[in-house]
């Protein structure tokens, strides 16, 4: 019994500095500037831009093979922020790639829905939860509002909405009464 504890803690170190040596010796260093035009990006990973989703378009900006005008979701604003960024003017959107519009969610009419999974396996950030021949929903706060789940499903049951912009129930506060006493 004594035995085998010792060759299992025997064992334990060596893999742990195995796995630690092989961590220094085979670190990735990422660029620095991928990593800042990656967190200017609005991580919708929908593809309008051209690439399979943000990092590879960061990517592509930070070696001059993409220009900054083309994420739709990001709109004028992320145009102008990568601008900033990068030293350079900004510029229009490109129309090729789409047109800026309000954000949006999708929601799934659960009625409707056959439970085909088609959805789930477009969904680039894994933002609807169901199973197959079962019912499926969205998780609003998870949605970046790609709409890459529309062209697949046969029954046309998800809807866009925009994305709310109140909370619901809140009501602004009333100023206080002020009394003068002389």
């Keep these: 019994m004594l035995i085998s504890i010792l060759v299992l803690t025997a064992l334990g170190l060596v893999f742990g500095l195995g796995l630690g040596w092989a961590a220094i ?22 593809g309008q831009c051209g690439f399979p989703g943000c990092r590879p378009y960061a990517e592509a900006i930070s070696s001059d093979q993409a220009d900054i005008n083309q994420c739709p979701p990001g709109g004028e604003a992320g145009v102008k922020a990568l601008a ?51 019912m499926h929903t969205v998780i609003e ?23 709310r912009t109140s909370i619901p129930g809140w009501r602004s506060p009333r100023p206080a009464k002020v009394v003068l006493t002389q």
């Design 84 to 134: 900033d960024l990068l030293g350079r003017e900004p510029k229009p959107l490109n129309p090729e790639n789409g047109e800026e519009t309000a954000k949006t969610v999708v929601v799934i009419d659960e009625q409707r829905c056959i439970g085909c999974t088609l959805c789930i396996q477009a969904c680039p950030v894994d933002a609807i939860v169901g199973a197959a021949k079962l």
């Design 25 to 46: 010796r085979f670190r990735v260093d990422s660029d620095p500037l991928i990593e800042r035009i990656d967190a200017l990006l609005p991580q919708t990973q929908c």
């Design 141 to 163: 706060s998870e949605c970046t509002g790609c709409d890459l789940c529309l062209p697949p499903c046969p029954v046309d049951c998800i809807d866009i909405i925009p994305v």
